[in-house]
């Protein structure tokens, strides 16, 4: 049973415009939530997380949004640059919880 | 700093032969270690996990196993291989007990089974 769920397998943007991605989740007891950036043939890097007892947290370019009401987070790249062209995992984890649980991911292209 | 490093980098075997992939962790103690496989096209399961030296947790039954031989050493292992086990394989680590549970991954290898 998928319990985060990224429903965008891809987004196309233009150069120095938003990018704006989506994930859902379904668990309740999930407090922790990350973005993960990943290369073809390269492992996932951390990009961003938020807790729960947060709506949102900002670094650089990115910023990730969390609305636990509608178990629902989004990661924003403004301004979306070339190197961002990547695939984008979304990651959960539930308290005392060893595991992450990810979506399938969205993949990211950045027209020039 | 903490660095991981996961060899090979790829890997051709045919089917039937065995499987040894090898993960280590350096610039910490012990850490939460993870094997991940990503199929083509698709996200990230978790096979293993462990805690502790010895403290194995399996996710999804499967021809693979995992052993943690030392703190800071995780092998995937295989004594036959399937079509099925081609993918890319990833180790990760994360602080044991840490209030954030942030995963770190390694480069990843890339296993083909013919």
């Known amino acids: 049973d998928q319990q985060v769920k990224q429903n965008s397998p891809s987004l196309s943007v233009q150069e120095g415009r938003i990018s704006i991605l989506n994930c859902d989740y379904t668990?309740?007891?999930?407090?922790?939530f990350l973005w993960y950036k990943k290369y073809p043939a390269e492992g996932p890097t951390f990009l961003i997380s938020?807790?729960?007892?947060?709506d949102k947290n900002e670094d650089g370019r990115f910023t990730v949004f969390l609305n636990k009401s509608a178990k629902h987070l989004s990661l924003h790249i403004v301004p979306s640059q070339p190197g961002d062209s990547a695939v984008y995992f979304c990651?959960?984890?539930?308290?005392?919880?060893?595991?992450?649980?990810f979506g399938a991911g969205t993949t990211v292209t950045v027209r020039a | 700093s903490q660095t991981i490093h996961q060899w090979p980098a790829t890997l051709v075997q045919p089917v039937g032969s065995p499987l040894s992939l090898e993960c280590t962790v350096e610039?910490?103690?012990?850490?939460?270690l993870y094997w991940y496989r990503q199929a083509a096209g698709r996200g990230l399961q978790l096979l293993f996990y462990s805690i502790g030296i010895d403290q194995i947790s399996s996710e999804v039954p499967q021809n693979l196993s995992a052993s943690r031989p030392q703190d800071r050493q995780f092998i995937l292992s295989s004594k036959k291989l399937l079509l099925s086990d081609s993918g890319f394989y990833l180790c990760a680590w994360s602080v044991y007990g840490g209030a954030k549970n942030i995963q770190y991954f390694g480069a990843g290898t890339r296993l083909s089974v013919l």
């Open positions: 990651a959960a984890s539930a308290i005392n919880d060893y595991k992450l649980s």
């Open positions: 668990n309740s007891m999930f407090d922790y």
């Open positions: 610039g910490t103690s012990n850490p939460n």
């Open positions: 938020i807790s729960s007892i947060k």
